[in-house]
């Protein structure tokens, strides 16, 4: 597990960005705005970009406080707060769906919604499939991109490891009842791996967060049933592959005060409308629906 500390900005770098005319310590949320200290969130690298993202902005508006930001997938980050081991658990998924974590300890903080893509190889010469098509591509059924409607080109299937939040999300929200197969190419433990792994093979496929796809190259962020995994689809109800973004903290013991104002820093209305679509991800309002992944 790999820890990402945060890095320094300078005080004439946090002038120059506007922070104060942007008003991210306003709003409803009761946001201090500079609290001291040092706490550790993991978990979901799907929620990596973002998570990442607050924590250098966090300490660029407050010098005193450093969040040290990790990965090892939602499982592991449930896991973490759960024990103590993290003072912020991130999850693609509920606690309840986590098994061994006390879900009954830990307080829900839905900081974003993240929508999720099948992406594939350019050189698998697919734009769109259907859900039925990748039921039988994830499922190990369909072994060629022509038998889609692609290249005559083999499919090499990148799954995530069991215990995956965007695993979870991928197999209750497209994948239904069909189980995904159990002889893939490879299994990979974070969606960064998982994009070196589809961009770098001709006949790659698998499934990450839309976040993950900036700056991507050789990759194709397929649609689902002609249908394009963005905002106003989801908000639509057209497209499913999606879930809200969680924060976990202990209830008991209480986390440091910190972990609670770095979370409601992300959730305060200013950064909700600005940071977090520049990260990629849906700020909470963009709709109320939920994902089957969600309950």
Not at 149 to 165: F, H
Not at 202 to 209: D, L, R
Request: with cysteine; charged share 10%; glycine share 12%.
């Amino acid at each position: 597990m790999r820890s990402h500390r945060v890095l320094t900005v300078l005080a004439a770098g946090l002038a120059a960005a506007g922070w104060s005319a942007m008003g991210w310590a306003t709003g409803p949320t009761a946001f201090a705005g500079c609290v001291g200290g040092t706490v550790t969130a993991s978990g979901s690298t799907a929620l990596l970009p973002l998570a990442q993202k607050a924590a250098t902005d966090y300490h660029a508006q407050c010098g005193s406080a450093t969040v040290n930001v990790s990965g090892g997938g939602s499982s592991a980050g449930l896991s973490n707060v759960n024990s103590g081991t993290s003072d912020i658990g991130d999850s693609d998924v509920p606690a309840s769906a986590a098994p061994g974590v006390n879900a009954a300890n830990l307080q829900d903080h839905q900081v974003a919604i993240v929508i999720f893509t099948v992406v594939a190889n350019n050189g698998a010469g697919v734009g769109n499939l259907t859900t039925a098509q990748v039921q039988s591509i994830f499922s190990g059924k369909v072994n060629n991109w022509s038998q889609v409607g692609g290249k005559n080109q083999a499919i090499t299937l990148i799954e995530r490891k069991p215990g995956s939040g965007t695993r979870f999300v991928f197999d209750k929200t497209v994948m239904g009842s069909v189980p995904e197969s159990t002889t893939p190419a490879a299994q990979e433990d974070s969606t960064q791996l998982v994009m070196q792994a589809v961009s770098s093979q001709p006949g790659a496929v698998s499934y990450v967060g839309t976040a993950s796809m900036a700056g991507a190259s050789n990759v194709t962020a397929v649609k689902l049933n002609g249908v394009s995994a963005d905002g106003p689809s989801v908000n639509a109800g057209t497209y499913p592959f999606f879930s809200h973004e969680h924060m976990y903290t202990r209830k008991s013991p209480a986390p440091p005060a910190l972990a609670n104002d770095y979370i409601n820093f992300i959730i305060a209305p200013g950064y909700q409308s600005s940071a977090v679509p520049a990260a990629g991800f849906l700020p909470l309002s963009t709709t109320t629906r939920q994902s089957a992944a969600d309950h």
